[in-house]
């Protein structure tokens, strides 16, 4: 990675959001260390804007990571060719996976792009498309999402166990209907098989354990014993999906977006679940297709299914999947980022990338690559 020699300057970095607000970040005068140029820009993906920090809070936090910057709000109108000025002084790119496969030809001075969600499947469908992606460090947002993820998964397994949907819709009627409720299993008695246990599947399978499930972590090559998590009972492979799913009751997919991962669910992954678990989707909608999910209910393979991600976003008002009995579907909120983490994130990375240190969470682009070619 370059190491920004000591260099005696002024150096200017630039803020903007889809809200309209544009930071001059004006550093003091150093001796020691040279600031990289930084640009930030994201415009809202989803209707409801996109999770990006606001101009005052990242002002307040910046300056706290680095009290010798000062900081001005700028005026927010910005033309097409005014932004592509401010890109092309940029060494540091904060922005959206979306963004920045639309930003690629304006930015020839970048050396580090920090992206501001966990997953980058814009990016990996880019990388099909193009041999030649510069030679730049791309982080992405991590280290924040296996609690609140973790939570939801246990609490939607609670729920189909004690079927409190089930009882709401007999509340509804005014029914007392003791004796349809009165049978359930104790969370003990449940085997989960977590597919992609990584650093969320892994807290996943923490809450999990606290309850007294048995946990089955599926990951794609061998762990070693330092590798290995207390939480998890068991490991296996993903070659051993099949045998996975005829063991559990509870099928949660937490695989990332990569070649090997798109339609991993396949009908056959669904017709082995001889216990009829729940499938939870926290991971990647492309892990399976609508269609495979309303199969398996249909047929029974499957108890029910909570969606948190989909295909496409948000979910078309005319998917089938609005209307399947079985289904719950969350608007891909099962665990999101505040304000304080993408800034501290940042500032962090930020802080690592001017010292020339390796920094958090770091997408291996040589080995994404690798495997689009292989696909």
């Known amino acids: 990675m370059t190491t920004y020699a000591p260099k005696k300057q002024e150096t200017c970095l630039h803020y903007t959001v889809g809200l309209g607000y544009c930071l001059r970040l004006s550093c003091s005068t150093m001796s020691t260390i040279h600031y990289p140029k930084v640009v930030t820009y994201e415009v809202c993906i989803h209707p409801v804007g996109a999770p990006f920090p606001n101009a005052g809070f990242f002002e307040a936090t910046f300056k706290k990571r680095f009290p010798s910057a000062s900081m001005s709000i700028l005026d927010i109108a910005m033309q097409p060719e005014a932004l592509k000025k401010k890109l092309e002084q940029a ?40 041999s030649n992606f510069p030679n730049i460090k791309i982080t992405r947002m991590g280290g924040v999402f296996g609690v609140r993820m973790a939570e939801y998964v246990l609490g939607y397994i609670i729920a189909h166990e004690r079927n409190f949907e089930g009882m709401r819709e007999q509340q509804k009627c005014q029914r007392w209907n003791y004796e349809k409720f009165k049978t359930y299993r104790e969370l003990s008695e449940l085997t989960i098989a977590i597919i992609g246990a990584g650093d969320i599947g892994c807290q996943v399978a923490k809450y999990c354990k606290s309850v007294g499930m048995r946990t089955i972590g599926v990951v794609t090559r061998e762990r070693r014993p330092h590798e290995r998590s207390e939480f998890i009972d068991e490991y296996r492979l993903t070659s051993d999906v099949l045998d996975v799913c005829g063991e559990c009751d509870v099928l949660c997919n937490l695989l990332p977006s990569s070649p090997d991962t798109i339609d991993f669910y396949k009908e056959e992954c669904f017709r082995s679940c001889t216990k009829k678990p729940l499938f939870i989707n926290v991971g990647r909608g492309d892990a399976v297709k609508s269609e495979t999910v309303i199969k398996a209910l249909r047929n029974g393979w499957i108890s029910g299914a909570v969606l948190d991600v989909f295909n496409q976003e948000p979910l078309p008002e005319d998917s089938e999947l609005w209307n399947t009995p079985g289904v719950t579907i969350t608007p891909h909120n099962s665990g999101i980022t505040t304000e304080k983490e993408m800034v501290d994130l940042f500032t962090t990375n930020y802080e690592r990338f001017i010292r020339g240190e390796d920094m958090k969470y770091e997408i291996d682009l040589a080995k994404l690559m690798a495997k689009n070619r292989d696909s």
Do not use: F, H
């Not at 790119?93 to 501001?116: E, F, G």
């Open 91 to 130: 060494e540091v790119l904060v922005t959206s996976p979306a963004d920045l496969t639309r930003m690629m030809d304006y930015i020839p001075n970048v050396k580090w792009v920090q992206v501001t969600y966990a997953g980058y499947d814009p990016l990996t469908n880019y990388l099909k498309q193009t």
